[in-house]
């Protein structure tokens, strides 16, 4: 069992809170991702976790045992670090097994977890190398391996793979997601990249200035984001934004003016919003329709195009808008510099925001995503 | 053509600085051995190159129980205050360098300061603590005096050693359930090697080299040490001094020096941490 209940826990550096009111339970089983920008007080609340930092307020439980007061080896709890921090002078065999010697484990018990641990990691062929001689996706497996032998009821890991390069990060990911999967473990990551808490998370923990900005699932938090915060963190590129005014607020349907005049009315419940309020517009690259099917257009033109390959990134300077607007588009579309483009909106397509950046509540369902 | 002169001249100026500073290095310790092999009849002669192998010098002070017994006095001294001095010095690098506490900064300013008194002024205090300790004419005065001197530079060395240790390391060790003396000896005595040979080394010098304490807090000959032994070898009148027993005695006692340096200076090389962290 791996049931990790955080009660109000709150984190004071030198009389600065760093971290408050993080209320969160963590089911067994999970894959949970901590993900924010730098300085959210994620690694501080993973590190509260673990038991390497003082939980200042609240309470912490693992399976309805109160931790708060036991040390972190005592905790039951494994940790991954971002550097790795494999004991250098150790083969990956004595870095595994390190732990389990000092709690005085049998030797044929250790030996048989180290190689269980190996095999699942692919580590065996190395287990008599030291740290220096393994590439970074290998010492990145070991430093899960010496976690692993420890059989802890929950795992933390600390931006895993942000010291890997970009290809072996994919690869890593894939075999972190097929772990947690085989092993069935509570597993809390830590992460700034959105890519990895969209693709690994069961749910995500989004903070922000030390509290949580939202929990959800990761499709949640990208279609129905609380506040323009979590719109703007999660989903690349990141989503546009347009200042709007209130003309008709509603239930079902809130009517907004655009920069440009136009009147677009967006499927979200405004009711608390008052008329001639200002308000944020928020709509993701993919989401224009066709003009022929929009409820409204923008008329811009295009500015820089990025060719992924896969797809198609135009950045488009829409008449009366700061900045630009990134349309997703077809890998191969036909674009001609500085072409005169019309983006069609969509009122179901929509996030409005108000003035404080909370989210007015999207009035769509879609299928298989939990609003 | 004049770049190509030029290079000789740079480099051939290079190998004539590497030379003076080799020879202002090497030739007093050269002409000592030199002296060392010659006997008393040629003794003062100049000879720049050795014209004899005349072993009668070594013969005569290895043959003097009372110098064997000083080198064995000097062995005990200098490596009780090499283990002694590590330990503690590791230990306390430990809690300067790992611990966060009220005050770090200033212990390490006293430290610091301590070992800036010279030896003469805090001589007579120490004697009265070491005959109040029963400690005088007993080598291990000598420890105590000495530790006193090489701790506070071991502590600076090993503590800014300790510090460049990185951090999740201790922590890693923490999750395995380390205890602090664990995680020193076990993770982080194996990564400070080379700083630890490297104080050792210098701590054995200092103690090995030691006059001034050595002379006053010893009495007798079976409880001197070398450098004491040495300054007191004396000849046959009061009119001679002895220069080929005090050469011979000299290279003697420094030849464990260097063979130590040649030993340790392998290790004494960094990067042992190097896959400990990142890639």
Redesign the interface.
Known sequence: MGRLTLTGIGKDYDGVEVSRDIDLTIEDGEFVVFVGPSGCGKSTLLRMI?G?EEISRGEMCLDGERLNETP???RDI??V?????????MTVAENMA??LK??HADKTEIKQRVDTAARTLQLSPLLDR???????GQ?QRVAIG?TLVKQPRVFLLDEPLS??DASLRVEMRVQLAELHRRLGATMVYVTHDQVEAMTLADRIVLLSGGRIAQVGAPLTLYHFPESLEVAAFIGSPRINTLPVTVIDPGRRRTGVQLPNGEPLPVAVDGSHLTTGETATLGIRAEDFVAPDAADALLKGRLGVAERLGYETLAHIEVNGADGTITQRLDRLAHLEPRQATTLGLSGEQCHLFDAEGRACPRQVTLPGVAA | MNRTVLRLLKRLGFYALIAVVLFYAIFPFYYAVVTSLKPSSELFRVDFWPSSFDLVNYARILGEKSFVRAILNSILVSFSVVFIALLLGLTASYALGRVRFRGRTSVLLIILGVSMFPQVAVLSGLFEVIRVLDLYNNPAGLVLSYTIFTLPFTVWVLTTFMRQL?Q??E????????TPW?TIT??FL??MWPAMATTGLLAFIAAWNEFLFALTFTLTDDQRTVPVAIALISGGSQHELPWGPIMAASVTVTVPLVVLVMIFQRRIVSG????????
């Open positions: 673990a390497l972190p080896q005592e494994g940790m670090f971002q550097s790795y921090a494999l004991y250098p002078h390190f732990g000092l709690a030291r740290p220096k001689a393994l590439s970074g010492r010496r010291n890997l | 990185p999740e390391l922590e890693a060790a923490i999750m395995d359930g380390a664990i076990r993770v194996p990564l042992l941490t190097a896959g400990a962290v990142k890639g």
